[in-house]
């Protein structure tokens, strides 16, 4: 399992494409030649980059789902909803497809963020906008809340 770790600023040129920066892609490299997939987020105005192995984890979960059940059929198209699959160029650089761009109103200053096994990618402003926001976040409440229960492993 990855475990990434970092923030980058990053310049997405005129055609869509980003340098992946070389601290991530060392921390990505058991992984890359395996490719990506990039999707929108469900939750913020950003995309998220699956490398493969993260997203066939992901996929073996949203498999279980019973499709008929409405609600579950929901969840999958809003979940797959701009799916796409990617690899770097020769120059370690990421092509964005273009709508993804749009969805994530995207301009040349973005910002890479891990979360994860996940990469989150963001406009920069709206990224600042959002960390910057979240000061008035009871962060020992929501620290309690979502980490409170979930046992110590000692290995």
């Known amino acids: 399992m ?39 987020s ?33 969840f999958i198209r809003l979940f797959m909803a701009g799916v796409r699959e990617v690899e770097l160029d020769t120059a370690g650089r990421l092509q964005i497809p273009r709508d993804l761009v749009v969805f994530a109103d995207m301009k040349a200053d973005i910002v890479i963020s891990s979360l994860t096994e996940v990469i989150e990618i963001w406009d920069k402003q709206k990224y600042e906008s959002l960390t910057s926001s979240s000061e008035h976040i009871d962060k020992e409440s929501l620290a309690a809340e979502v980490m409170g229960d979930i046992p110590v492993d000692d290995d």
């Not at 970092?6 to 060392?26: E, I, N, Q, S, Y």
């Open 42 to 74: 469900m939750f913020q105005p950003c995309l998220e980059l699956y490398p493969r192995p993260a997203w066939d984890k992901q996929m073996k979960q949203i498999n279980k789902l019973n499709r008929f059940i409405k609600k579950n059929n929901d």
């Open 2 to 40: 990855l475990s990434l770790i970092g923030g980058h600023d990053c310049t997405l040129d005129a055609k869509g494409r980003v340098l992946l920066p070389g601290a991530l892609k060392k921390q990505l490299s058991p992984v890359i030649s395996q490719g990506f997939i990039i999707k929108r």
